[in-house]
């Protein structure tokens, strides 16, 4: 994982993969995703995520899902 964009400590949201420097989860920018919002739409819902560290993430969600599909 990269330490750059996700960060994961048990004393930070117990564990629950967030956006580095930040109490933000990462699922939340999916959540806005998945229900029709734009990534300006949660940037502006959570000023703390820089616009650098959501495409990383979805860079890396991108990677690891083409990473899968072709180990089968």
Known sequence: MNQEFIEVNPNKLSGTPVFAGTRVPIKNLFDYLEGGESLEDFLEGFPPVTREQAVAVLEMAE?????DVGAN
């Open 63 to 67: 990677k690891s899902l083409n990473k």
